[in-house]
T-cell receptor, first 112, second 113 residues
Framework: GDSVTQMEGPVTLSEEAFLTINCTYT??????LFWYVQYPGEGLQLLLK?????DKGSNKGFEATYRKETTSFHLEKGSVQVSDSAVYFC???????????FGTGTRLLVSP | GAGVSQTPSNKVTEKGKYVELRCDPI?????LYWYRQSLGQGPEFLIY????????DSGLPNDRFFAVRPEGSVSTLKIQRTERGDSAVYLC???????????FGEGSRLTVL
């Protein structure tokens, strides 16, 4: 079945550092890919998405590019802030948003 | 309210007891989803509703789990004869349509002793 693998955390960075969180996927079809974020005490929120190969999703300074050849959707940000501290989940869906398959999550800790 | 509301936020019960978890979706959202997140794992799909009917319940782990949405708004997830392995955070989400963005609640944390 479909699956998502993402790097284990926690990822610990200083403010203004460059961030990469790796995500690779296995799917039989051509899924849509997502990054969700969960801030402390809040529900999961959609951060960005890409629906086809070579699409780049972006939001709040975060970016991820749908790479079909490497089955990857790595999350990047050029300069992280303390407020970016959260758990980040990579996810895919073969059916739009209906049934999301999530990775295990990566905790990001940003220190001042 | 403005977002998806889930009650209770925390529930502690004993093995073998019956539990109900409630989800109030965003007003006007026709699709509603339940996910389960065990410790250290990502959320896993359980079931989703389009209106009052369960459109896909393939993620329910066994027949002890059941969910309803009788009027197409509020949904209740029901767990019979709870087991310690049912301990998890149960997440509810809603969307305007089944092809739209999901908005998640904060979850109901269930602990089975």
């Amino acid at each position: 079945g479909d699956s998502v693998t993402q790097m284990e955390g926690p990822v610990t960075l200083s403010e203004e550092a460059f961030l990469t969180i790796n995500c690779t996927y296995t799917a039989t079809g051509y899924p849509s890919l997502f990054w969700y974020v969960q801030y402390p005490g809040e529900g999961l929120q959609l951060l960005l998405k890409a629906t086809k190969a070579d699409d780049k999703g972006s939001n709040k300074g975060f970016e991820a590019t749908y790479r079909k050849e490497t089955t990857s959707f790595h999350l990047e940000k050029g300069s992280v802030q303390v407020s970016d501290s959260a758990v980040y989940f990579c996810a895919l869906s073969d059916t739009g948003f209906q049934k999301l398959v999530f990775g295990t999550g990566t905790r990001l800790l940003v220190s001042p | 309210g403005a977002g998806v509301s889930q009650t209770p936020s925390n529930k502690v019960t004993e093995k073998g007891k019956y539990v109900e978890l409630r989800c109030d979706p965003i007003s006007g959202h026709t699709a509603l989803y339940w996910y389960r997140q065990s410790l250290g794992q990502g959320p896993e799909f359980l079931i989703y509703f389009q209106g009052t009917g369960a459109a896909d319940d393939s993620g329910l782990p066994n027949d002890r789990f059941f969910a309803v949405r009788p009027e197409g708004s509020v949904s209740t997830l029901k767990i019979q004869r709870t087991e310690r392995g049912d301990s998890a955070v149960y997440l509810c989400a809603s969307s305007y349509t089944t092809r739209g963005e999901l908005f998640f609640g904060e979850g109901s944390r269930l602990t089975v002793l």
